[in-house]
């Protein structure tokens, strides 16, 4: 019989990201060795008092459904963790717990748009947000950023992008892929333009824990009064505390937004995993040190990658303020042969790299922005000189 898949899923696809990881993987299982410089989590393994809060949760019996929306005690961690760190005032009911600042944005779209509404994505973007909002319906429009502006939406191209269905603006500050990230006032530009046509705004901060130098996170709702209002900020364990597979984000909404995300949950999935919830509620509430130290140790690797590009004639990208991606333009590189054989697309670019030496990186097309690769640095200092070594060896052999 003929599978009839409906629209929304047959337009869907897949992660590049995960794409990519998958061929690293298929390389290394035909014994090849690979260095993948293609995904997006900590190298780091989840300090042990959060994996000692898991065990002990699960000794405790906590190991059934919890309320959908998450426990009480994870809501208040989460509500006096921003309280301190932004003097934002959310309380539990703003509050929904989730299987990961993924589930999070499917969450938000499937609550905020309705079919054919408009959100606003400045490029280059995470992979996952124009198919997360088309399968929620609503229409992606995306807006192109330069290396010039650092890949920041100025607040002209916000109010030109802006049409009677315009409903929402997407903002990734610090930003997979490109580690730019707005300031203080350039966020203050654009909220002006976000009240005067009176959109919505998904912040998703995921990774404002993970910033370099002197550079300052700010968080998008403190830069004009009334933002709490019209903004859901999207964020989570999974970065800051190396918890990618524990599965535990959470959303701030207004309170009527927050209760229907928490009735499309129980729907959905019931609730999140109870033990990371656990897990969750430490990393909050324990010492901060793993952070500053994982931190610090990005920090090392993004000054040598930095300093790997900038080396290498031809290649740039900008300064990364925060996460842990290079975004390096390489279309100087494209166009030409390697070893006598043509390479035109960042897609080719990224596959030959990956077949030649063994070296997984990510084509800036997945992210909406063609002639660039997505070089991830949470890998070890020693895979990270080993990747640059064999990066250089592939750009000089003509
Ligand atoms: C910008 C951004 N938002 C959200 C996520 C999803 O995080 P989680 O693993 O908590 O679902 C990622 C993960 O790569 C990300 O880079």
Redo the contacts with the bound molecule.
């Keep these: 019989m003929q599978t009839q898949l409906s629209r929304r899923i047959a337009a869907l696809q897949p992660s590049a990201t995960l794409a990519m990881a998958a061929k690293a993987k298929e390389l290394k299982a035909s014994g090849r060795k690979v260095i993948s410089l293609s995904l997006?989590e900590p190298d780091f393994n989840t300090p042990a008092h959060i994996c000692d809060a898991a065990a002990k949760a699960m000794a405790q019996g906590k190991t059934r459904y919890t309320v959908a929306s998450g426990v009480p005690e994870l809501k208040e961690a989460i509500c006096k963790f921003y309280k301190n760190r932004h003097g934002l005032e959310y309380k539990p009911a703003n509050i929904t717990v989730s299987n990961?600042?993924?589930?999070c944005?499917h969450n938000v779209f499937t609550v905020l748009i309705d079919e054919g509404e408009e959100v606003i994505i400045p490029a280059p973007y995470?992979v996952s947000y124009a198919e997360i909002v088309k399968l929620a319906g609503g229409v992606p429009v995306i807006v192109e950023t330069t290396e010039a502006s650092d890949f920041k939406l100025t607040p002209e191209q916000l109010r030109a992008a802006c049409t009677p269905k315009t409903k929402c603006l997407l903002l990734?500050s610090p930003s997979?892929p490109t580690g730019s990230m707005y300031s203080g006032e350039e966020l203050g530009s654009l909220a002006d333009v976000v009240i005067e046509k009176d959109l919505w705004v998904l912040a998703?901060e995921?990774?404002e824990n993970l910033v370099y130098g002197d550079n300052k996170f700010v968080s998008f709702p403190t830069v004009r009064p009334g933002l709490m209002d019209r903004t859901i900020i999207?964020n989570?364990v999974?970065?800051t505390y190396a918890m990618?597979g524990w599965?535990i984000?959470w959303s701030f909404a207004p309170a009527d937004i927050a209760k229907k995300m928490g009735s499309l949950q129980s729907q959905e999935t019931s609730c999140p995993c109870s033990i990371s919830q656990y897990a969750a509620i430490a990393a909050l509430e324990g010492s901060q040190d793993c952070v500053k130290e994982m931190c610090a140790e990005f920090s090392k690797r993004r000054d040598y990658v930095l300093q790997r590009i900038n080396a290498i004639d031809g290649l740039s990208c900008p300064n990364m303020r925060g996460a842990f991606y290079a975004f390096v333009n390489i279309s100087r590189y494209l166009g030409r042969e390697y070893g006598g054989k043509m390479i035109e697309t960042d897609m080719d670019w990224c596959l030959e790299l990956l077949q030649k030496k063994g070296v997984a990186t990510v084509m800036g097309s997945a992210f909406g922005a063609p002639g660039y690769a997505r070089l991830s640095f949470a890998n070890s200092m020693e895979e990270l000189k080993q990747a640059f070594d064999l990066i250089e060896e592939f750009l000089n052999d003509r």
């Design positions: 997006g990961g600042a993924k589930h944005l995470w990734c997979n998703d995921i990774y999207v989570g999974s970065k990618t599965r984000g």
